[in-house]
């Protein structure tokens, strides 16, 4: 481990059920905007809501398999890891995200 690692702040950001399933809800950290993703069977995942390619809003992509695909060009990106899947290339910032009960936190 990074000696010069700044811990983790978590913070929480709704419930579960104020992300619809196969969906996201935005948040702002400064100035930047990070979509928390909700799967068809409930996990979650955060990317910063900017596509690598054209930094197009990946919250209102279509989520799908563990990716979610850019309402802009079709780029397909892995909720994952954030990279761009296929002959693509690229990646968006990931945070981590985790569940206590119903309420989601969102590691800053």
Known sequence: ???????????AIGTLDDIPRQGA?????????????RTADDRL?????????R?????????????VTCPL???VISLETGAAQ???SGATATFPVRLEGTTVLLGL
Request: aromatic residues 8%; charged residues 15%.
């Open 73 to 75: 060009h079709n780029w």
């Open 25 to 37: 809800r935005c948040v702002r950290n400064g100035r930047m905007t990070i979509a928390v993703f």
């Open 45 to 53: 995942f955060a990317l910063e809501d900017r596509c690598p390619h």
């Open 86 to 88: 296929g002959a693509d």
């Open 55 to 67: 930094n197009g809003p990946l919250s209102q992509g279509i989520v799908h398999d563990g990716c």
């Open 1 to 11: 481990m990074n000696a010069q690692a700044t811990p983790l702040t978590w913070t």
